[in-house]
């Protein structure tokens, strides 16, 4: 397997360009079945992750072209043969789930297999299944797989217990198809969501309040869309600028939204960073120096958007273990995500855990060491941490990143940073 090693770097200086949202990419790739015509999307990012959903569209017979460096995916989703996601491609990514929705809304049937728990908890999958019964859709699980019926699929009152993210896509996709008018009260008002909302506005859906909790649905007959384009990554973009804050340097990341970022933003200021924001072309470009001391912040919970995203907390951890004093990170989405501080603290950091919350104590430098990646967003706080830290560091199990971060070295090393891949040695035959 790869790692990147990393060596104490210079404070990070330069632009960095966002690409698209992975997270915003999966669903739609998914919810383009939905639609009658083919569709080519726009600014997806070639990353692991985006290939694995794709295999996934060709596993149940569409035709796919992926122009991974001009960021194209062009779906043929009219024939689709087999109406089943398998077991071995959702364990590997569980956003395969996603497919669950899109399938039962156009083909009134499904079969998807369950996905396992991963590194961050269990994450089961009970509030999507709650969202599609309340569709009047009938589901069993059999064997590992979730088989849907829908027969007698109709809009519907659907209740979020949790406003989570994957459940909302998932009933918005099924309720685009469906006859009658549908609302998801207590839904997801991620960026992703809105994005996936309004993917399926531009081919016809009729969707409104994306982005706020109670978003209304009435069913359609067909969907089209020649065309779309995926938002940036508010995720990526977060992670480059707390690099840039934490080496203490000026890096300005183009082509991404601060509308998306604002609880991070303000955070990132909390810390003793200076944020200015350039509209550029109906985006943002987002420049972030720090010119004193990193200033510890009294607590950062993390939450539902529009709170802290549970998806930059350990990138902001590895920034406050060099703050001078003592910080609070409280994780309220996950139930596991505090893997990173275990190798954090092998690098010298402070951190206490508690409960769900991470006591961090600053300390006045990090040392390099080997250290192991749990899952994505852990391993690029541990790669951020390698570029303050003494010596060298060298970052196992990169596959994560490669799910999650396109171009990771090439960005980071056009910021001035001493990174570089170590390609794990074929076994001679
Ligand atoms: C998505 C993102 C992930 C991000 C997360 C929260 C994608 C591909 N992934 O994941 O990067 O960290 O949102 O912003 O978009 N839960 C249940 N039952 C369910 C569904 C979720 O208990 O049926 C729990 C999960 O275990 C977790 C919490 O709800 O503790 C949040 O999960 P959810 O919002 O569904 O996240 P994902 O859609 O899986």
Redesign the pocket.
Known sequence: MDSILVEKSPPLSGEVRISGA???A??IIAASLLCDSPVTLQNIPNLA?ISAMERLLCSMGMETRYERDEGTLEIDPSRVRWLEAPYDLVRKM??SF?VLGPLVGKYREAKVSMPGGCA???????????ALEDLNIELEVEHGYVVADGSAMRGGRVHLE????????NAICAAARAPGESVIENA?R?P?VTDLADFLVAAGAKIEGQGTSTIQIQGVDNLSVDSYSIIPDR?EAGTYLAAAALTGGTVQATHCREKDLTAFLADLRNTGCEVNVEPDGGLDKITVSRPGPIQPVSEIVTL??PGF???LQAQMMALLCLAEGTSIVKET???NRFMHVSELSRMGADIRVEGNSAIIRGVKSLSGSPVMASD??ASAALLIAGLVAEGKTEVLRVYHLDRGYEKIEQKFLGLGAKVERVRAAVPSK
């Open positions: 992975k997270n915003a999966l669903p992750d569980r956003a996603f961050i908890g269990a994450r089961p999958v009970n509030i999507h299944l709650k949790f406003p989570s993210v994957g459940a909302t896509e997801a991620e992703e995720i539902p958007y995203p549970t998806d989405i996950f139930e994505l967003r």
